[in-house]
């Protein structure tokens, strides 16, 4: 049986009429979202959020998240959220305190059950207050390494919002996690339970190796930060394609990574007609 996970990120939700940057409406984008996770043809066990909801963290940008995410609620959906550099996470918490997935403690990591095959999600806090940059201090490191300890033998997906890689992005990875990142490597590399780990912040998808297992950013589902790989580059967005990520878990060492696209598409058409291929 597969296990899907599906992840959005980097919302940059807003006040109702206010604009991310002073010229994007992200709400719709979500909504859209919402609307793409809710056609998906294979329902997902679960829906993890990997940081950014918000654009400024603020009590009104969360109440006007949780109405537009509220159709996923109504489904059943549960719904695992992190905190960005763009999140207030004590008020991401009290905000969200009906999901009962954050603990009284200083950071929002926690872990969670996904689906009924055992796939287990650890959630893992790298934001630095007031900071665009991340960081994973010893607190947090050591609080990894015991979950993984502690769930050895089980699938584990760790899903966090700074990526713990050098995306060759500049202007990007110095907004990266700036401590941590080598012992996070070691830990990961410790545990060979861990099925992937999965990450926000960068508004594109974007693969390479963390400790010997594969890590990945996702799109968001409204602006993406330009492809440009110069050091120099200009800190700069553009509105290609938005979509989410599907994981879908189906046993040890086979989880599979698919892209979604939100929007309207011609199509689906088909390829053969009759058992034969058209012409």
């Given at each position: ?25 992200t ?21 993890v ?19 537009l ?31 009962g ?9 926690y ?18 207050a ?42 990007m ?36 190796h963390v ?43 086979r ?25």
């Open positions: 049986m597969t296990t899907l996970l599906a992840q959005i990120t980097d919302l940059h939700i807003r006040e109702p009429g206010r604009l991310a940057y002073g010229r994007l409406d709400a719709p984008y979500l909504r859209a979202a919402v609307g793409a996770l809710q056609g998906l043809r294979q329902r997902p066990d679960a829906v959020l990997t940081g950014d909801l918000t654009d400024f963290g603020r009590a009104d940008e969360y109440a006007h998240l949780a109405e995410l509220a159709p996923l609620e109504a489904a059943g959906l549960p719904l695992f959220m992190l905190p960005g550099n763009h999140d207030e996470r004590h008020q991401l918490r009290r905000s969200f305190a009906h999901h997935h954050f603990p009284d403690t200083e950071f929002c990591q872990t969670a059950a996904v689906g009924r095959e055992g796939l287990q999600l650890v959630c893992l806090d790298t934001v630095q007031g900071k665009g940059h991340g960081t994973l201090c010893a607190a947090r490191l050591r609080w990894l390494d015991d979950e993984l300890a502690r769930l050895a033998g089980q699938p584990v997906i760790v899903a966090m919002h700074h990526p713990p890689f050098a995306t060759l992005i500049g202007h990875d110095r907004l990266g996690i700036v401590e941590g990142v080598e012992e996070f490597s070691r830990i990961v590399a410790a545990h060979p339970n861990i099925e992937r780990v999965i990450c926000g912040h960068l508004h594109r998808t974007i693969y390479t400790g010997g297992r594969l890590a990945s950013t996702a799109p968001s589902p409204a602006h993406q930060v330009c492809l440009d790989l110069a050091p120099d580059a200009a800190s700069a967005w553009t509105l290609e394609p938005p979509g989410f990520h599907v994981h879908a878990w189906s046993g040890p060492g989880l599979v990574t698919h892209v979604a696209s939100i929007g309207e598409h011609p199509g689906p058409f088909p390829f053969h007609d009759g058992g034969k291929l058209i012409d």
